[in-house]
T-cell receptor, first 108, second 115 residues
Framework: GIQVEQSPPDLILQEGANSTLRCNFS?????LQWFHQNPWGQLINLFYIPSGTKQNGRLSATTVATERYSLLYISSSQTTDSGVYFC??????????FGAGTILRVKS | NAGVTQTPEFQVLKTGQSMTLQCAQD?????MSWYRQDPGMGLRLIHYSVGAGITDQGEVPNGYNVSRSTTEDFPLRLLLAAPSQTSVYFC??????????????FGAGSRLTVL
């Protein structure tokens, strides 16, 4: 099956700093999503981005499908950005495969 | 519009007991799925359904059963609970079952401990 690798595994930022999270995948995909899991465990869908670039406030994402990677940018980080960021890609047969996640801690 | 609702939020079982985790969505979504989350391993797909009466296995289906008798409900049954099933379980749904268009909305999770 498809492999999904996220980097870095852990990231500590000072409030106001910018960061880039990466997601590599082993096969071509028609579906890629980014999720944020807050410290209380809630999972929120940030982006559906099989290709191209999208922006939502301080967050943006870019997927280069031909090179099998996606990037999530967080600008001017806030303590509320802390949590775990997952990327997930869809295998044929309606199966979404998740990476292991990047744990982000933003310090005030 | 409650979205995806999971019950119970917390549960403690003894080895060998059985139980059902409930999942309901009120968005008329075709696709529903169950994941388990273990430390350092992301989320792994247990079972999924592309519509009422249709279910299929994911990556880690052993020890779990599902059924989909209505569009709204997708319960997950643990038949003989084992300590290895201690985990956080998430139910998720999507408006489309079409390949490439599956966009998930998650429930709040059910935290299960098996002693």
């Amino acid at each position: 099956g498809i492999q999904v690798e996220q980097s870095p595994p852990d990231l500590i930022l000072q409030e106001g700093a910018n960061s880039t999270l990466r997601c590599n995948f082993s096969d071509s995909v028609n579906n890629l999503q980014w999720f944020h899991q807050n410290p209380w465990g809630q999972l929120i869908n940030l982006f559906y981005i099989p290709s191209g670039t999208k922006q939502n406030g301080r967050l943006s994402a870019t997927t280069v499908a031909t090179e099998r990677y996606s990037l999530l940018y967080i600008s001017s980080s806030q303590t509320t950005d802390s949590g775990v960021y997952f990327c997930a890609v869809e295998e044929e047969g309606n199966k979404l495969v998740f990476g292991a996640g990047t744990i982000l801690r933003v310090k005030s | 519009n409650a979205g995806v609702t999971q019950t119970p939020e917390f549960q403690v079982l003894k080895t060998g007991q059985s139980m059902t985790l409930q999942c309901a969505q009120d968005m008329n979504h075709e696709y529903m799925s169950w994941y388990r989350q273990d430390p350092g391993m992301g989320l792994r797909l247990i079972h999924y359904s592309v519509g009422a009466g249709i279910t299929d296995q994911g990556e880690v289906p052993n020890g779990y059963n599902v059924s989909r008798s209505t569009t709204e409900d997708f319960p997950l049954r643990l038949l003989l609970a084992a300590p290895s099933q201690t985990s956080v379980y998430f139910c998720a749904s999507s408006p489309s079952r079409l390949y490439g268009a599956n966009v998930l909305t998650f429930g709040a999770g059910s935290r299960l401990t098996v002693l």
